[in-house]
């Protein structure tokens, strides 16, 4: 079936430091690929998609790439923020009249002053 | 807000009680999910409902039920609780505009914690 896997956290960081969070996906077809952040104490959110082959989410100085061919959607940052604090989670959804979301297993970041 | 509107916030009920969640899906939505986010088990997927009937199920437990009103407003219904139903209890929707199904994205509410004591 659908899955998603992403890197283990917890993913400590200094402020201004470059952020990579590893995902990859197993699906038949063309997914949808999400990021989503859920902020302490607080519902997801959506952060970025992507839902073709080599496009390009991105959202608050966030970004990943859908790679059909290494099947992964990894989220990059250039400068984490203190503010970025949250679980990330990666997710996917095919195109289907019951498509549900499947989401990866989170990963924790903590970004310190 | 996300316009999805979840309550209550919090339970604390005792082992063996019944609870009723509610969710308000966000304006011109159709769809509404219900997931369940524990520590060791993440993000699982219960039920979908649309425009009122059931279109998915995933990891259900029997004890556990739902049901979508014409209002479109939906109710995540608990049964003889147990300590390990303890979890977070998030409603998404979507469906606006068309846009009926996952692969476009949901909106989530900020979710109903359930602790069982």
């Known amino acids: 079936g659908d899955s998603v896997t992403q890197m283990e956290g917890p993913v400590t960081l200094s402020e201004e430091a470059f952020l990579t969070i590893n995902c990859t996906y197993t699906?038949?077809?063309?997914?949808?690929l999400f990021w989503y952040v859920q902020y302490p104490g607080e519902g997801l959110q959506l952060l970025l998609k992507a839902t073709k082959a080599d496009d390009k989410g991105s959202n608050k100085g966030f970004e990943a790439t859908y790679r059909k061919e290494t099947t992964s959607f990894h989220l990059e940052k250039g400068s984490v923020q203190v503010s970025d604090s949250a679980v990330y989670f990666c997710a996917l959804s095919r195109y289907s009249s019951a498509s549900k979301i499947i989401f990866g297993s989170g990963t924790r970041l903590s970004i310190r002053p | 807000d996300s316009g999805v509107t979840q309550t209550p916030k919090h339970l604390i009920t005792a082992t063996g009680q019944r609870v009723t969640l509610r969710c308000s899906p966000r304006s011109g939505d159709l769809s509404v999910y219900w997931y369940q986010q524990s520590l060791d088990q993440g993000l699982q997927f219960l039920i979908q409902y649309y425009n009122g009937e059931e279109r998915a199920k995933g990891n259900i437990l029997e004890r556990f039920s739902a049901q979508q009103f014409p209002d479109l407003h939906s109710e995540l219904n608990l049964s003889s609780l147990e300590l390990g139903d303890s979890a977070l209890y998030f409603c998404?929707?979507?469906?606006?505009?068309?846009?009926?199904?996952?692969?476009?994205?949901?909106?989530f509410g900020s979710g109903t914690r359930l602790t069982v004591v």
């Open positions: 998404a929707s979507s469906g606006g505009g068309g846009q009926d199904r996952g692969y476009y994205g949901y909106t």
């Open positions: 699906a038949t077809g063309y997914p949808s």
